[in-house]
């Protein structure tokens, strides 16, 4: 399964030399960086390491060393065998030529002395992709006080904590390096979160023809899934074709292909002849772009109180109205029995079923009646009353528990998971307004707080334990998202979810490519109607912290089945692929393309093209025009000072953000 491990790489004496790239971590999304920026990029890369297991795998056999050298031998492997078919893209050999192997390093802090030893002080750039927010936080203001000029990708979950420690980090390098060009101040810091890299990817598992969503300058554009067409059906192309998928009319679960599938693989940004003789293939496309809203603070998903029909059951309910409808019925008689006006009639009712009236002597004896029967319904209405403040107070008492999965539910989709990463594909699918029951065996899960906060019906159990899926209404769920960090609990998961339901929909958070591509085509044999999916976390997540590392905006990464392709905000000048050109001409078929252009002068643009516009409260203001033109002349010559938006594979962005290295000669 692991392949061919090759000999660990010897540790040098010596210094690395200036201009290398250091990734610390301790789980799959630092070994993942390490390979994306050492054999996509082709960058010398130190990667630091704890000793010991993975701690997140004690099953492994592997140190974290061994793990990290397994996967760089089967990365290895696979570029020389592209290599040697000429699968290069646009043909100007590998990127990784003359490259040094990967430095492995191993400490259980990254101290001082640890970031010393890795040549922190000369390095580009340095990733802080921990587990743990804090040791991140406290190795980042390490290395900033080291290295100043050192460009800083940290990976955080508390998103308001990322946002003020970036401005914490990018002035501490505004007030070490007076003068400093404000674009490059801006890529000095960047913080990112795994969780909400993938999570979006994760949650479009779920749903049949979905969107994913990337937002540039207050605008957002959708690159949407288009399933096969029908015979005698035209897809809509959109504004253009992103990539066209292996799912077919007569196959439309396809192969789900990676980088390593071969002619099963997904074409990613493919030309014109290609999308004309790709009749009846799945595509992925860019539909029309809108304004997206500024930020706003966040609203509850669920009511503060709690809903009527969860505070009292059904049956004292319908208790409830019988007596209402007897009350009535006594005060539509007594306007039909006695003299008396509606108002009237409806307070001497009243006073008859609470008991405060007298007796009704020397009356008539249809008033004598009502009276009666007034007493008796009062006597109904007694133990109502305590039934309801019983009820209440139940409610009260359990307010702060867990909603199971009422009676009746369908069409909902099961969650295994709430960890960070479940956490966050709850939040996405609840804002797609999508019912969900989550299943999680430590009912002290990071995500529990929300799930309780948001009313969303959670089963606490091992959902390897029989009768954990039927409590989450399994047989009526429209998909299956297992999200565990544990890869067989995931798979056991998902195939006694199959055996229940066959035609469930199902995606699996996988770690090992080559395990998901065989539980996926195990899968798709034994239930060849059903649609299967398998996602990588640290795969989805690792080209945007990559991207991060080279110093450009990336605007966000959409999976096309098990590959990724990546948007990114660039400057024309300084890439011959891109100045002097045409939009036409710099088009390349499977490695990049031009969307947009920042037709704002270069004195007035905004640094990060992915922020949104202030947030007025007021809403008065308008917000102002955007300076991105998207539909471009092909024959647009692109100027030096123009700056693009770009759909990019991971090698074609890779080969436009090349930089120029001075070979030094050993000693």
Not at 276 to 292: K, P, Q, W
Not at 404 to 418: A, D, E, I, Q, T
Not at 640 to 648: E, F, G, L, M, S
Request: proline share 8%; glycine share 8%; net charge neutral.
């Amino acid at each position: 399964m692991l392949g061919f491990v090759p000999p660990l790489p010897q540790q040098p004496g010596r210094p690395p030399s200036a201009g290398h790239m250091i990734v610390c971590g301790d789980d799959a999304l630092a070994r993942r960086l390490a390979v994306e920026l050492r054999y996509v990029y082709g960058e010398r890369v130190t990667l630091l390491l704890p000793p010991g297991r993975d701690a997140n795998s004690p099953e492994t056999p592997l140190t974290q060393r061994g793990r990290a050298a397994a996967l760089f031998g089967r990365m290895s492997a696979a570029m020389n065998r592209a290599g040697n078919g000429g699968g290069t893209t646009g043909g100007s050999g590998d990127t990784n030529a003359g490259v040094e192997a990967v430095r492995i390093m191993e400490a259980p802090e990254p101290s001082d002395d640890v970031l010393e030893e890795a040549g922190v002080d000369r390095a580009a750039a340095l990733a802080l992709v921990y587990d743990d927010d804090e040791r991140n936080i406290r190795a980042a203001l390490t290395a900033r006080r080291l290295n100043p000029r050192l460009r800083l990708v940290i990976r955080l979950y508390n998103r308001k904590l990322g946002q003020h420690l970036e401005e914490l980090l990018d002035q501490a390098a505004a007030v070490a390096m007076p003068g400093i060009d404000p674009a490059l101040l801006d890529a000095s810091t960047t913080v990112l979160s795994d969780a909400d890299t993938a999570a979006p990817a994760l949650a479009a598992t779920a749903l049949t023809g979905s969107s994913k969503i990337i937002q540039a300058e207050g605008l957002l554009l959708r690159a949407a899934e288009r399933p096969p067409p029908r015979p005698g059906e035209t897809a809509d192309p959109g504004l253009c074709t992103l990539a066209l998928l292996s799912s077919t009319t007569n196959n439309p679960a396809g192969a789900e292909g990676s980088d390593s599938s071969g002619d099963e693989a997904p074409q990613l940004l493919p030309d014109e002849s290609a999308v004309a003789a790709a009749t009846g293939r799945g595509t992925v496309v860019l539909e029309a772009v809108s304004r997206a809203d500024p930020d706003r603070p966040a609203t509850r998903m669920g009511g503060r109180g709690a809903p009527l029909a969860q505070v009292f059951s059904r049956r004292l309910r319908w208790s409830a109205l019988g007596v209402a409808a007897a009350a009535l019925a006594l005060v539509i008689a007594s306007l039909l029995t006695t003299e008396d006006t509606a108002i009237q009639s409806t307070y001497l009712t009243l006073l008859d079923l609470l008991g405060m009236n007298d007796p009704a002597e020397g009356a008539p004896p249809a008033r004598q009646i009502i009276q009666i029967l007034s007493g008796i319904a009062g006597l109904l209405l007694l133990p109502l009353l305590l039934a309801a403040v019983l009820e209440a107070f139940g409610t009260l008492r359990t307010a702060s528990s867990l909603r199971r999965p009422p009676r009746g539910l369908s069409g909902h989709v099961v969650l295994l998971g709430l960890g960070k990463i479940g956490t966050r594909v709850l939040v996405r699918l609840r804002e797609l307004d999508i019912p969900v029951v989550v299943v999680e065996e430590d009912p002290d899960a990071r995500g529990i707080p929300l799930a309780r906060s948001m009313h969303v019906p959670t089963v606490i159990g091992d959902v390897t334990q029989e009768g954990v899926l039927e409590a989450a209404k399994i047989r009526r769920a429209r998909a299956l998202l297992a999200l565990t960090s544990i890869d067989t609990t995931n798979l056991e998961a998902a195939l006694y979810a199959r055996s229940v339901k066959p035609e469930l929909r199902v995606a699996l958070r996988l770690y090992d490519d080559e395990f998901a591509t065989a539980v996926y085509r195990t899968l798709r044999t034994a239930h060849p109607g059903a649609l299967t999916r398998s996602r990588s976390v640290s795969h989805l997540a690792a080209p945007s912290f990559a991207v991060a590392m080279m110093g450009r905006q990336i605007l966000g990464a959409v999976p096309v089945e098990r590959k990724v392709m990546l948007f990114a905000a660039l400057e024309v000048a300084g890439h011959p692929q891109l100045e002097g050109r045409t939009v036409e001409q710099a088009f390349r078929a499977g490695a990049w393309r031009v969307l947009a252009i920042d037709a704002t002068p270069p004195a007035d643009r905004t640094p990060d093209l992915a922020a949104l516009p202030p947030y007025n409260p007021d809403g008065d203001a308008v917000p102002p025009p955007s300076g991105l033109v998207w539909d471009l002349h092909p024959g647009y010559v692109l100027r030096a000072t123009d700056r693009v938006v770009i759909a990019a594979t991971r090698r074609g962005l890779a080969e436009l953000l090349r930089r120029q290295r001075s070979v030094v000669p050993r000693q």
